[in-house]
């Protein structure tokens, strides 16, 4: 089986602060690969990067796939409804009506359809973020922080349809809230001040390892 990303030494500075130095790292498909580490340890600048937004400083990544980026920050158009949102996004990512009509029930989104971004909650922009994402139904999908300021119960309902692409989809997953990827990841990346401390297949639990680590 092909391997989903490589990444070779890859290296990013702003100024003169290093964001990512010399990270290498290799997503098999199928994965759902944890990237974790405190505030300011280059999990967002790595996503920015494997997603091709931004380019690296030095070093390269691979992406043998077709590749969705589901963004911290949902990037969405406020003024406009949640229905208006998705025909302009499927108009610019060539998805089909019944692909985007699927999503929009899948993750709950049909009846906010008529609503303006900026009346949803966090957690609702979440989900048309991730089901934006979705729509040209990519085969590798990037999450960065998906579960942070949501409520319990969002949390559970995107961990479930996270759980519902375990061995679909290949998924990238920056966080710094591990307890919500207990069970769910299958490999973790661990990074701090940008460098990498560890990479690798998870064996047992993923706090337990990520703060044996991290020490």
């Not at 100024?15 to 098999?28: E, R």
């Not at 966080?175 to 560890?198: F, M, P």
Request: charged residues 20%; proline residues 3%; hydrophobic residues 40%.
């Amino acid at each position: 089986m092909v391997d989903a990303i490589i990444a070779k030494g890859v290296t990013k500075r702003f100024g003169k602060i290093f964001a990512l130095k010399n990270v290498s790292l290799t997503v098999p498909s199928g994965a759902i690969y944890c990237i974790a580490g405190p505030n300011g340890s280059g999990k967002t600048t790595l996503l920015d990067i494997l997603s091709g937004s931004r380019s690296p400083d030095s070093g390269s990544a691979s992406i043998n796939l077709s590749i969705g980026y589901c963004h911290q920050n949902p990037l969405l158009y406020s003024d406009l409804t949640v229905h208006q949102n998705f025909i302009l996004f499927s108009e610019m990512l060539f998805a089909s009506q019944a692909n985007r009509e699927s999503l929009m029930s899948l993750l709950g989104l049909g009846n906010f359809s008529s609503k303006k971004v900026l009346e949803l909650s966090s957690g609702t922009k979440k989900k048309m973020e991730l089901a934006i994402a979705l729509l040209s139904n990519p085969e590798i999908i990037l999450l960065d922080e998906p579960t942070t300021g949501l409520d319990k119960k969002s949390v559970e309902d995107l961990l479930a349809f996270i759980r519902g692409l375990k061995g679909k989809k290949t998924l990238v997953i920056a966080t710094h809230q591990l307890s919500d990827l207990e069970n769910v990841a299958t490999h973790l990346l661990v990074l701090k001040n940008g460098e990498k401390l560890s990479d690798g297949e998870l064996s047992g639990s993923l706090e337990k390892n990520y703060n044996k680590i991290i020490k």
